[in-house]
């Protein structure tokens, strides 16, 4: 069955960075774009990142454009986002999620449950 | 604020056919295909509608979705108590290159 499965979300001092993990499994992964989709505490959806099957196309969101990194290792299947400069708006539930297509303008089928970062002195 | 317009919140009674409206611009809803999210409390998004009008396995036909130029609704017939969630529209944005969501509609069912 087709899983997604986020790691490496914690506490992390402002302006610092952390890197998020994001397992494949169910899926020919190599043919799917995956994205980033945060979601502030009792706030909406934001979405943040989006990469493209093969790697060579990455879409950003303006907030975080410049500090925060999507790339893939279709090797092993997974996902990554470098975050760097982390502001407290940073903080949020992130999660990764399946495209529906291979890259760009799909929509999303499959989300993961989560993992939550929090930006704090 | 999102490009991608819903109401904030709503309520209905069980039984009743419910609507909720997305609207964008010809550089979002008006050119892409739009996609419908309900999200429990306490868990993630769940895909309901897909490219305007698709119902994936396992999503009961009481969920529908349509679109027109550049506004969609997602539509819930025979409303029940566990239909009480958050309800969220998302499209790909050509002229931001990116995804956008709605804000969010809070849906009470009575």
């Known amino acids: 069955q087709v899983q997604l499965v986020e790691s490496g979300g914690g506490v992390v001092q402002p302006g610092r960075s952390l890197r998020l993990s994001c397992a494949a499994f169910g899926f020919t992964f190599s043919d799917f774009g995956i994205n980033w989709v945060r979601q502030a505490p009792g706030k909406g959806l934001e979405w943040v990142a989006l990469?493209?099957?093969?790697?060579?196309?990455?879409y950003y969101a303006d907030s975080v454009k410049g500090r925060f990194t999507i790339s893939r290792d279709n090797s092993k299947n997974t996902v990554y986002l470098q975050m760097n400069r982390l502001r407290g708006e940073d903080t949020a539930m992130y999660f990764c999620a399946k495209g529906d297509g291979s890259g760009s303008g799909y929509g999303i089928d499959v989300w993961g449950q989560g993992t939550t970062v929090t930006v704090s002195s | 604020q999102s490009v991608v317009t819903q109401p904030p919140s709503a309520s209905g009674t069980p039984g009743q056919r419910f609507t909720i409206s997305c609207s964008g611009t010809s550089s979002n809803v008006g050119s892409n295909y739009v996609h419908w999210y309900q999200q429990l409390p306490g868990t993630a998004p769940k895909l309901l509608i897909s490219?305007?009008?698709q119902r994936p396995s396992g999503v009961p036909d009481r969920f529908s979705g349509s679109k027109s130029g550049s506004s969609a609704s997602l539509a819930i017939s025979g409303l029940r108590s566990e239909d009480e969630a958050d309800y969220y529209c998302?499209?790909?944005?050509?002229?931001?290159?990116?995804?956008?969501f709605g804000g969010g509609t809070q849906l009470t069912v009575l």
């Open positions: 490219r305007d009008n």
């Open positions: 990469i493209s099957y093969d790697g060579t196309d990455q």
């Open positions: 998302s499209v790909w944005d050509d002229s931001l290159r990116g995804t956008v």
